[in-house]
């Protein structure tokens, strides 16, 4: 029968022949919810109210100890210390070992919301340039369930920086399309024709963010003077 005392585990020292490095196992999983190993990450977190049901995919030819339990799975009423060690080593390779944190879904719930309030509170200013901080944060709303969505207090900050967003980007499409007209020439009618349309086409908000509507005056200007030009007789 084998013990549950982790020491059966080997550890080489620098003077010993190098054995190598157990394999990452496929899956952790607590509580039927397997959690995302990533190379070089040894701690992670878990939500467990009370009992614990946890489970390791790891090779046949694999010692597995789950906290002081040897074996592939373990079922705990309760931890006290809120944590699980998982221990996996392939014969006298190094072993790998993870460590998981358990909360509380209370718990999980209010770290997930400080973090969405957080990325909202980082947005601060918004310019042209904020759409990945904008994407960020309602990226991570999105993932909420509808619960914890109702703890957001700032929300109406994420809305306001999506409708500011959106409104600097319609206007910058407009002075884009204003800044191409180029020199004012009779030729000009058609590209100046379309950044009228566009600017048209914008809310009142929207238009007083355009930098360079002059610019589209001047060219109506220029080119209406232009077409009276061309019409005088030589």
Known sequence: EKSTEVSAIYKTDAAAAPVGVTAAPASISINGQKLALKDGVDVYSAVADTAVEVAVDAPENTNVYINDVYGKSAK?????????????????????????????????????????????????????????????????????????????????????????????????????????????????????????????????????LVGNYQTLLDAEAKLAQLKKDAEKPS
């Not at 390779?93 to 509170?121: G, H, M, R, S």
């Not at 020199?183 to 007083?208: F, G, M, N």
């Open 76 to 208: 705990f009423d309760s931890l006290n210390h809120r944590m699980v060690r998982v221990v996996v080593q392939e014969g006298e390779k190094e072993p790998v070992i993870y460590y998981v944190n358990l909360k509380t879904q209370a718990q999980a719930d209010e770290d997930a919301v400080a973090d969405v309030i957080a990325k909202i509170d980082a947005i601060g200013e918004v310019t042209k340039d904020s759409g990945s901080s904008i994407k960020a944060a309602r990226k991570a709303y999105d993932a909420l369930s509808d619960a914890q969505k109702e703890l957001v207090t700032n929300y109406q900050t994420l809305l306001d920086a999506e409708a500011k967003l959106a409104d600097l980007q319609a206007a910058d499409a407009v002075e884009k399309l204003i800044d191409a007209m180029g020199t004012v020439t009779l030729d000009s009618e058609e590209a100046i024709k379309a950044a009228r349309d566009a600017y048209d086409a914008l809310t009142d908000a929207q238009k007083e």
